[in-house]
């Protein structure tokens, strides 16, 4: 079987490179003829209170012929800890905004005997009650899944690259880890894949595949340290996983996309003035 990650699509509804990429990524994806695409987050350009950039995404992704999952990233729900990006935290609000344009915000997919199981990472410490409701669903995954190979989808990275560097901002919020590790050594994980960092990365951990896919919308060259994130391919692509005896994750991408620098987008620096940001 055949999936495909997509992340960090950051569109905006005032167009612009986000957008043709976004739209020539789904084209690309089509001819990759997946059975399931994921896309793993931050759906919208930066401001998870600003609807019209979900209006516009959702336009863009319906191009996707496969079935489509959808998880939130931070600009999308807002993140959990004290120094949220834009003091946008995330609230149940925000998260029932995001739900309501892109379905319920974890799943458990069972395709041609593989486990696809995908989270919603900003909610790890966030002391919502939406919270409590991802841990009880989380913790009945092992019996719902048995000892089928599973793949674990998230937005933010279960694990930061250096465990010093496990922070809420980088990865899932460090007390809920623990908690979340007791789970996955009941399943059969054979592949981890997240987005955030707009970098691609393959390495491994305990036999298992560990991706981080690159944006399809623009690239931090050398804005973030590899001690802090580890090496990565600063490029725009998707992750394509063929999932058989192994698993077998491949950075994909079209010729045509333009690849800029987070502050090269002209919607970003309007998106950061409407959220009073400066940077
Ligand atoms: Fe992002
Ligand atoms: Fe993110």
Redesign the pocket.
């Known amino acids: 079987m055949r999936l495909v990650q997509i992340t960090?699509t950051h569109i905006s509804h005032l167009g612009g490179s986000p957008s043709t990429n976004a739209a020539r990524f789904v084209e690309y994806i089509n001819t990759l003829n997946p059975d399931l695409v994921v896309h793993t987050?931050?759906v919208t350009i930066l401001d998870p209170d600003e609807d019209r950039d979900r209006i516009a995404a959702k336009q863009i992704l319906a191009g996707i012929a496969a079935p489509l999952r959808v998880l939130p990233?931070?600009?999308d729900v807002g993140e959990p800890g004290d120094d949220p990006f834009g003091d946008r935290p995330v609230t149940s609000d925000r998260v029932a905004a995001f739900r309501a344009h892109f379905g319920i915000d974890r799943f458990v997919d069972i395709v041609d005997g593989w486990a696809i199981i995908g989270f919603n990472s900003e909610l790890f410490d966030s002391g919502l009650p939406e919270e409590d409701e991802q841990w009880a669903w989380i913790e009945t995954l092992p019996e719902q899944v048995g000892p089928r190979p599973v793949v674990i989808f998230t937005?933010?990275p279960v694990r930061a690259y250096a465990p010093e560097h496990q922070n809420t901002h980088l990865s899932i919020g460090p007390d809920s880890l623990p908690r979340l590790e007791k789970v996955l050594a009941e399943l059969d994980v054979r592949a981890y894949g997240s987005?955030?960092l707009h970098h691609y990365a393959l390495t491994e951990r305990d036999g298992a595949a560990v991706v981080s896919a690159p944006s399809t919308a623009f690239v931090h060259r050398g804005a973030i340290s590899a001690d802090v994130v580890g090496p990565g391919l600063a490029q725009l692509g998707v992750v394509e996983y063929e999932l058989g005896e192994r698993v077998l994750p491949a950075f994909r991408a079209p010729l045509g996309i333009v690849e800029p620098e987070f502050l090269e987008v002209e919607q970003a620096r309007i998106a950061l003035d409407a959220m009073g940001v400066t940077l």
Do not use: L
């Open positions: 960090d987050g931050d990233g931070n600009h937005h933010k987005g955030h």
